[in-house]
């Protein structure tokens, strides 16, 4: 135990002239100890505030770090299970972690360049095209133009924007072609493949043509224009009944409503965001819309009136297919479905033709049918009763390229 000492103290006093003494003046105790660890009151009372202090500062750097960007911190798991790729590419929307997902059907992809045919497996389509230049003009002058398409290890040129690409058909001799996929609008009087505004009309073949030969393409023929229909027949998508023959083959915008038409038979359309029963996809998963429907397209094919196809008599009429005794000039795959079955009834359409032996003038081929032809619409439909140089509210026309 500590001990102290006290070595002097002295208190004095004195009388003050008036006789009062003075407060007395003291020699304050001097305390000494030997214990090196005694600490004065002061001494105690800052050691207590700095450790308040220092209590303080940590209790509220730990609420801090405790509550700060949480985020950081945090973890947590979704999944997404693909159902099967029958829907194709989605351009725009991606999957979002929100909630997990089952049963998916779309993929996203930067482009809608991809085959998902095959069941649980997604490729790159087969985009090839070739092209033959017959003059030195068109070679040095770069007349066809398009995109680059990769299929494998293969690169290719492939079709211009709004183009969509056609396999090859050995029955009409056709290379593999890129057509309109919309039918052709005037755009600062250029034929455009677009889905705005409605549809180029009144205008001839003969102008048609032209326009086509502006663009460095030409107007489809009647041979192509029987590929794609050939290619669209054989398409399950494209019938009502999910299934090749099954219900109808898809008309559009044809004036009547039932399973695989509609319209109200007043005007031509335009646009993605109608009835997409206009829409028909081919065996590589390109869409085309209307080809039928909306407006009749002409092709860059004449015949006289005698050279038809014909029936049982002679004399514009329209006829269904399987009517037919005669095709003239022509042949069954120039005019028809590759099924003998498919006649108005199935959606493929009709024909409107003469025969009659004495009719020696020149008719353009028209395709597909318009807005108000109903049920005799169709994507074979073919009318052979105009002159190349008549124009009509409800004609227009598709380029190839």
């Known amino acids: ?86 829907l194709g590419a989605n351009l725009s929307a991606i999957a979002t972690y ?4 089952t049963g998916w059907q779309k993929f996203y992809s930067a482009s809608d360049n991809i085959d998902h045919s095959t069941s649980n497996q997604i490729t790159l389509k087969n985009s090839a095209v070739s092209v033959t230049h017959t003059s030195d003009a068109d070679f040095n002058g770069g007349t066809t133009t398009g995109n680059i398409k990769i299929s494998g290890d293969a690169v290719s040129l492939g079709c211009p924007e709004n183009y969509i690409f056609v396999p090859a058909n050995a029955t009409y001799g056709t290379n593999a072609f890129c057509v309109m996929k919309y039918e052709a609008k005037n755009v600062g009087g250029i034929a455009t493949s677009q889905a705005d505004i409605t549809p180029w009309v009144n205008i001839n073949q003969t102008a048609a043509i032209a326009e086509c030969a502006k663009t460095g393409g030409h107007l489809i023929t009647n041979n192509e224009w029987m590929t794609i229909a050939r290619n669209v027949e054989a398409q399950p998508a494209n019938w009502t009944g999910n299934a090749v023959g099954n219900g109808i083959l898809k008309r559009g915008n044809v004036g009547i409503t039932d399973a695989a038409s509609y319209g109200a038979g007043t005007a031509a359309n335009f646009g993605t965001d109608r009835d997409t029963k206009a829409q028909l996809v081919l065996s590589n998963g390109e869409t085309i819309w209307d080809l039928s429907g909306n407006v009749w397209e002409w092709t860059n094919d004449t015949i006289q009136g005698k050279d038809q196809p014909t029936g049982s008599s002679t004399g514009f009429a329209w006829r269904e297919f399987n009517a037919l005794t005669t095709y003239g000039t022509l042949s069954y795959d120039k005019v028809r479905p590759a099924n003998s079955a498919y006649i108005s009834t199935y959606g493929a359409g009709k024909i ?43 004609v227009g026309f598709r380029c190839v390229r």
């Open 1 to 86: 135990m500590s001990q102290k000492r006290v070595d002097s103290v002295q208190i004095r006093s004195r009388q003050t002239r008036g006789g009062g003494l003075e407060e007395p003046s003291a020699e304050l105790p001097i305390i000494k100890s030997n214990n090196k660890f005694s600490k004065t009151r002061g001494q105690k009372i800052k050691e207590r505030f700095l450790l308040g202090v220092l209590f303080f500062v940590v209790a509220i750097s730990s609420v801090y770090f405790a509550t700060f960007d949480k985020k950081d911190s945090q973890a947590a798991t979704f999944s997404w299970v693909q159902g099967d790729w029958s």
């Open 98 to 101: 929100t909630l997990n997902k």
């Open 352 to 394: 409107y033709s003469d025969g009659t032996v004495s009719n020696t003038t020149t008719y353009a081929f028209l395709r597909g049918g318009s807005w108000y032809n109903g049920a005799t619409a169709g994507a074979f439909t073919l009318s052979l009763s105009y002159a190349p140089g008549i124009s009509y509210y409800g």
